[in-house]
């Protein structure tokens, strides 16, 4: 089953929060089924719920009711430490601010996960610099993010966040602080990793970046609004590497 | 993870704020290096001290009679109450090499070189005291004998007289009640240290014959015997000297004539060098333990300064946290993190603090004038200091660390 079955799947998932006392229903009832090698995009204003669904579908969150399911691990189930495991192993996170650790190097970076996964160095070391290749990074990897262009960061963040392959690739406004052109080279990236296998979900409220999806889901109001096939992705053609600053 | 991965981590982060780590590092160090200072400064007085008074002792004893709840030390004023008698049965006691009585003869004053001075009380002992007891050696000269009108003075007695008395002169000892008995200086001690590097005092021995008139009728012959006030017993050699001292012991509370002469309340002391060394050494580790407490506030108010430091950047770290966690770092990795990097700045700081400490104590000791005995132990007890104060400090802040909620510290700014 486990080749069928799907990365992640919501099934009637609430979250209340508790603020002052008030509660606020951040996700009612959202079922959603992300298959393995699908390309889905989560669209919504502020508020909607967006940072809820991506914070249970990246195992940081448990729900109030309902399964949340990430690599076929009942997430509500789980102990925190397991929990935090299968956030390890399953799902790559890439953010809108990048969050790379600034005191280590772009190839340190990236074998952070495989390191809290007891990975010994030299296969860190190994599998760090190849992902840096396949981002385009290989002769970058002994850099420190802050001697990196906006662009190459998050190459660096996208390449932490397929360190220990995971199930789920989960892109939070991946673009939102990259200009225009750095944010189309960062979205083709993302087309290669799906192009090549990777179940991507990538959490947006731009709706050009939504549109690479082969799926949108729209929220409004913790509730799924509706869900849209795009009938004709935007995929870059004839992909260009290395032109980000 | 692997502790080395953490070692190396905390590292990276410590190297991180260079400046910050360096004064954090130097709270620990200054408290580790007072006390490693004070230690070491106290040892080595108690090395010189003791070397001073144990130094080429031979292995003697000394025996008194003294009030029961007398404070321990030096014999003070202790009572005649050892008779002829005594010294012979001590003197038959197994691995006793010598017995040497001791007494005060007082007398009015001392007359040589044309001048009377007025001096007050004669030591009454047997030429064997040169041998064991006053062992400075004879500048000049040598013992008396027993039976013989002759004294022994030191070169500070030597000296209270105009020009000196020396080797020959006539010494007149006037008695209490006027009388005057003239003696013949038979030899002159070297000048003799006292244990604490002071010079000795004045000091004129005589034979107990015919100088020591203090007797008692003793209950083993019911005769009139001298009797005196101190014993000095001497073993064979030092591996003997404790079981002499329980024989000697043994012999004056069971047999003695001393026994029944000595006011009831009264206690025989047998106090051996080794007795006297402890004492003193119990004196300084007293003094030692109150400096080097002093000492360890400084390193308490260090290892505050490593939990501040801890605390403090454990806020500013949070996001880092946040991704940690994010990427599968556990709580016991986070954890272990925050006091690795604690453990090394404790370390790190008791290190340097051996270094300071020791030139510190190189310092004091050259200042005041000591040989440097540097205990080595202490080295090892501040590397250890050094880690306990690491995970004290640390194991708070680290807790925080771990427990912080990784979607907050995303969120962080």
Redesign the interface.
């Known amino acids: 089953m486990s080749d069928v079955a799907p990365a992640v799947v919501l099934d009637g998932v609430r979250k209340t929060y508790e603020l002052g006392g008030q509660p606020v229903h951040a996700l009612r009832d959202v079922s959603l089924r992300l298959p393995r090698g699908s390309y889905t995009a989560v669209m919504g204003p502020s508020g909607s719920g967006k940072s809820t669904l991506m914070?249970l579908v990246?195992c940081?969150?448990t729900p109030t009711a309902g399964r949340v399911v990430v690599d076929s691990e009942n997430v509500g189930d789980l102990s925190?430490?397991a929990r935090?495991?299968i956030?390890?192993?399953a799902v790559g996170?890439v953010?809108q601010t990048f969050?790379?650790?600034?005191?280590?190097t772009a190839a340190e970076n990236v074998a952070?996960?495989m390191?809290?996964?007891?990975v010994p160095?030299r296969q860190r070391e190994q599998r760090a610099t190849d992902l840096l290749d396949r981002v385009g990074l290989g002769e970058r990897a002994d850099h420190r993010p802050n001697e990196l262009s906006g662009g190459q960061r998050q190459r660096v963040a996208i390449a932490?966040a397929l360190?220990?392959d995971p199930a789920l690739l989960l892109a939070d406004e991946p673009t939102g602080n990259l200009d225009s052109e750095t944010g189309r080279d960062i979205m083709e990236l993302f087309a290669d990793l799906h192009a090549a296998g990777n179940t991507v979900l990538v959490v947006t409220h731009e709706r050009h970046i939504a549109e690479h999806a082969d799926r949108i889901v729209h929220l409004l109001d913790g509730e799924v609004e509706r869900e849209e096939r795009v009938a004709d992705p935007r995929r870059p053609t004839a992909p260009q590497r290395g032109g980000d600053r | 993870m692997n502790p080395v991965e953490s070692f190396r981590m905390s590292v990276r982060a410590i190297r991180g704020h260079r400046l910050r780590s360096v004064l954090t590092t130097l709270g620990v160090a200054i408290g580790v290096a007072a006390v490693i200072t004070f230690v070491t400064l106290g040892a080595s007085l108690q090395a010189d001290v003791i070397g001073e008074v144990s130094g080429d002792q031979p292995p003697l004893m000394t025996v008194s009679a003294g009030p029961a709840d007398d404070q321990p030390g030096p014999p003070g004023e202790s009572q005649a109450v050892f008779t002829d008698h005594d010294l012979e049965q001590l003197r038959a006691v197994e691995d006793v090499a010598a017995v040497v009585p001791q007494g005060r003869v007082p007398i009015s004053g001392l007359a040589a070189g044309g001048r009377t001075l007025g001096y007050n009380r004669l030591t009454a002992t047997t030429p064997e005291s040169f041998e064991y007891v006053a062992t400075s050696g004879f500048s000049d000269g040598t013992t008396f004998e027993q039976d013989a009108r002759e004294v022994v003075v030191n070169e500070p007695a030597a000296r209270l007289f105009p020009g000196n008395v020396s080797v020959g002169d006539t010494v007149g000892v006037v008695r209490q009640n006027g009388s005057r008995v003239n003696a013949t200086v038979a030899g002159v001690l070297a000048a003799d240290q006292g244990p604490f590097g002071n010079e000795a005092l004045p000091q004129v021995y005589v034979p107990t014959d015919p100088f020591y008139e203090t007797r008692l009728d003793a209950p083993s012959s019911e005769s009139p015997q001298r009797v005196y006030p101190t014993v000095t017993v001497v073993a064979s050699d030092f591996s003997a000297v404790e079981t002499v001292q329980g024989d000697v012991q043994t012999y004056l509370d069971e047999d003695s004539d001393a026994r029944t002469l000595k006011p009831k309340s009264y206690e025989f002391r047998v106090q051996t060098v080794e007795d006297l060394v402890d004492q003193i050494r119990g004196l300084l580790d007293t003094f030692t333990a109150f400096v080097t407490g002093v000492a360890v506030i400084s390193l308490v108010v260090g290892s505050i300064g490593i939990a501040n430091i801890m605390l403090v950047s454990v806020t500013e770290r949070t996001r880092e946290i946040g991704i940690m966690k994010a990427v599968g770092a556990q709580n016991s990795d986070v954890l272990q993190l925050f006091i690795v990097e604690a453990v090394v700045l404790g370390v790190v700081g008791s290190l340097a603090g051996i270094v300071l400490g020791a030139l510190g104590a190189y310092a004091a000791t050259q200042y005041v004038d000591l040989a440097m005995t540097f205990p080595v132990e202490w080295a090892g007890i501040a590397v250890v200091v050094g880690i306990l104060v690491g995970v004290a400090a640390g194991i708070y802040p680290a807790w925080s660390a771990a427990r912080t909620d990784p979607i907050e510290a995303l969120r962080y700014e």
């Open positions: 914070n990246g940081l969150d925190e430490e935090t495991t956030r390890g192993t996170f953010f969050n790379l650790m600034p005191r280590l952070l996960p390191l809290f996964q007891g160095s932490r360190a220990n």
